[in-house]
């Protein structure tokens, strides 16, 4: 997650807007405006796809040296909680750096 110092905003694709014309996909038709929360598979589907991005704030300080969950910034916190929201996963394991030692295990 360091990899992320310094930067203000964090852009994550959370979904995509078909734009093209009708079209026969996964038992429906599409229709322009139709959203997806996964990329579709059909190439021919996907090429009228717009990525929709939920913007989230960054941080500024330097964190390849924390140690501990509950000294991460608010920010990359609410990144791992936006993550979990999504994915319906918990995030078990955190990389501030390629360093072991820079692991988190919550």
């Known amino acids: 997650l360091q990899i992320f110092d310094g ?15 009708d079209y026969f996909y996964a038992g429906r038709t599409l229709h ?17 796809c717009q990525a929709n991005y939920a913007t989230l704030p960054g ?9 501990s969950y509950s000294r991460l910034p608010k920010n990359m916190k609410g990144l791992v909680k936006y993550i979990e929201e999504r994915t319906g996963a918990k995030v078990g394991i955190l990389s501030m750096g390629p ?3 820079q692991t988190l295990i919550r």
């Not at 964090?10 to 093209?20: A, E, F, H, M, V």
């Open 99 to 101: 360093d072991r030692k």
């Open 59 to 67: 941080w500024t300080g330097p964190t390849e040296n924390i140690r």
């Open 7 to 21: 930067v203000r905003e964090i852009k994550i694709c959370d979904s995509y807007t078909y734009t093209g014309p």
């Open 32 to 48: 322009s405006g139709d959203r997806f929360d996964i990329a579709p598979s059909d190439i021919d589907v996907l090429k009228f």
